[in-house]
């Protein structure tokens, strides 16, 4: 009940497509889902976050797109360019309760 | 401002050593919380300080343990390592350590265990 689980592993878009990468949850009480991106021999950093009373939030050429009833969001890179290639994390989190994370996407856009 | 920095970046140690990682929060940040990276389980929650206390705890067994000082800089250490332990572990700080405000990253260190 407290795993997010992401797919797809890894994903190869080309240069000026739509990166679409997806998450699921179980737990109904999560309230908070952040998305992480991270760099070779970086720290992840946070990117986009929404809360479930919205749908869609969308900051740049970066959406997440929630869906509640499904209980599944994803986050959406329009318009994908070389320097988007990095590794995604989606995460949720309840109240104090420590924060849980999905295993990751490993993106490349192709030049 | 600079970034949350950790040390050392890369460490080898053999079984049964144990180990203490250091990480220096932003400045103004009261809260520090650690992650351990590996590539089978991801990132995983360790704990988080706030204050010089431990607020909240994932998962670890107690060979992992943390504290934070006065200033908020805060190490953990791991004892009697094991080779389970070789990971990426990272560090992050935020001002008030609520899920809502933003957590930065430092670069992490990367524990090797032989």
């Known amino acids: 009940q407290q795993q997010v689980k992401q797919s797809p592993q890894s994903l190869i878009v080309q240069k000026g497509g739509i990166s679409i990468i997806n998450c699921a949850y179980e737990?109904?009480?999560?309230?908070?889902f952040p998305w992480y991106q991270q760099f070779p021999g970086k720290g992840p950093a946070l990117l986009i976050a929404?809360?479930?009373?919205?749908s869609e939030k969308k900051e740049g050429r970066f959406t997440i797109s929630f869906n509640k009833s499904a209980k599944q969001f994803s986050l959406h890179i329009m318009d994908s360019q070389p320097g988007d290639s990095a590794t995604y994390f989606c995460?949720?989190?309840?109240?104090?309760?420590?924060?849980?994370f999905g295993k990751g996407t490993r993106l490349h856009i192709l030049p | 401002k600079a970034g949350v920095t950790q040390t050392p970046r890369y460490l080898i140690k053999t079984r049964g050593q144990q180990v203490t990682l250091s990480c220096s929060p932003i400045?103004?940040?009261?809260?520090v919380s650690w992650y351990q990276q590996t590539p089978g389980q991801g990132l995983q929650f360790l704990f988080e300080?706030?204050?010089?206390?431990?607020?909240n705890k994932g998962n670890f067994p107690g060979r992992f343990s943390g504290r934070q000082f006065s200033n908020s800089r805060s190490e953990m250490n791991v004892s009697t390592l094991e080779l389970g332990d070789s990971a990426l572990y990272l560090c992050?700080?935020?001002?008030?350590?609520?899920?809502?405000?933003?957590?930065?990253f430092g670069p992490g260190t990367r524990l090797t265990v032989l």
């Open positions: 992050a700080s935020s001002t008030t350590g609520d899920r809502t405000d933003t957590q930065y």
């Open positions: 737990n109904t009480a999560f309230d908070y």
């Open positions: 929404i809360r479930p009373d919205v």
């Open positions: 995460a949720a989190s309840r109240g104090d309760d420590k924060i849980i």
């Open positions: 400045s103004g940040h009261r809260s």
């Open positions: 300080y706030f204050s010089e206390t431990q607020r």
